[in-house]
């Protein structure tokens, strides 16, 4: 279980974080929704450290990663992220970017992370662009190579921030699907997202975040129908 | 004007050619050397690390190459006799590569800076969210990408390199600039040996123009 509590995020005089509770129960999605400057990429960065929280915690599994005794680096592998923007290795072909991690993090060797590899990608439906550069693929391809790379560290919960914005209208679908499946595989998931379709779909807790504070955290036939707070009607009714 | 003359003594211009490029090569090597502990310095999370790449930056840029040399080859042996009551003289080509070697560096370390901080921080952050070390991040996914970018000013920074070896002459090196400028005041023909050499020179510059633009043509085919 992920289990965020009291967090805080100061950039500077920015108080972008204002005491942040959420907890993620083992195979659940929980979308997080708001409006832009909400702070919900910070939140996401927060769980997997790559901000350092200003104040509060953060528990996984039950180990607080805000402890500065704790290994970062062996926290991360349980926490995999998916950016909006890939961030494949541009240097590395798509087989490589994917099997990279398991060798060099989890000791894993050529030969299994490369079948591995070859099966995640077979999964996202890409089996045939293993020996391709990342620029040779369009930004949906890009973003399946991710979420393969993603899974191949075997991490127990996902994040994912904004997954498809960075993509044209059409290729949104195919990485969704990709998603959806994972969610009804069991995977836990935490998904900053503008797809209301998606967070209707597939989560089981929507969150609102609103100016560095979470409004409401319902099921998503409840704040999609019911929204309590007017601030998450409002945001609803424009994005709507 | 005699250009019969150069030719007479092209053997002569030409072991001072080997010995520009020679030199050149030595402070090349010591100036990559020098630039990549420099720059890896200059960006790493080290407080004092990074500080003293810094100075060492300024210091480099901000007084002339030629001082630098002259400071090396006269006042280093200087300041060693005073520290250890004994003696001990360079020979001016070693002297002057340590110089121009100390004085690339300082330069190669920014270019390799400006490489690694080119990079997009968003590949930092996928190596890290996927568990890699700082170490292992810095190796396996920066660096590779930062050498792309630092070849083509590497290229420039070599050729500036090369004609400043001419510095070199001042403290006695018989390098080309030094022989063909000694033949000039032997043979009252400065306009031939200056000549030659520029020409000498002008070739081992455009050969290396020639390989960047090739090593770049290379790296954008790849890319
Ligand atoms: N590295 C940073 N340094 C300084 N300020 C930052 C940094 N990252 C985010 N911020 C600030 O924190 C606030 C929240 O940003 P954040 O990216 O978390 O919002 P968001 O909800 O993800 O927005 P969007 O929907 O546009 O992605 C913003 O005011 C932003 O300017
Ligand atoms: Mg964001």
Redesign the interface.
Known sequence: MIKVSNLHKYFGNNHVLKGIDLEVEKGTVVCIIGPSGSGKSTLLRCI?L?EAPSKGHVLIDGTDITDPKQNI??L??E???V?Q?F?????MTVLDNIT??PI??RGMAEKDAQDLAKALLKRVGLADKADAYP?QLSGGQQQRV?IA??LA?KPKYFLFDEPTSALDPELVGEVLDVMKSMALEGTTMVVVTHEMGFAREVADRVVFMDDGVILEDKPPEILFTRPENPRTKSFLDRVL | MNFSLVSQYSGFLLRGAGLTIVMALGSIILGCLLGTVLGLMRVSSSKPLSLFSGAYLQIFRGTPMLLQIMFIFFAIPQIYNMMTGSFFNWKPEIAGIIALGMNSGAYIAEIIRAGIQGVDIGQTEASRALGLTQHQTMQLVILPQALRRVIPPLCNEFIVLLKDTSLISSIGAKELMYRSRSMGVTTYDFVSFLAGAAIVYFCLTFILTQASSWVERRLAVSD
């Not at chain 1, 961030?87 to 240097?91: G, T």
């Open positions: 997997n790559l680096n062996a991360r592998t926490v995999g992220m950016f923007r961030n494949l290795f541009p240097h990279l991690a060099k993090v620029k991710a790379r993603a560290m």
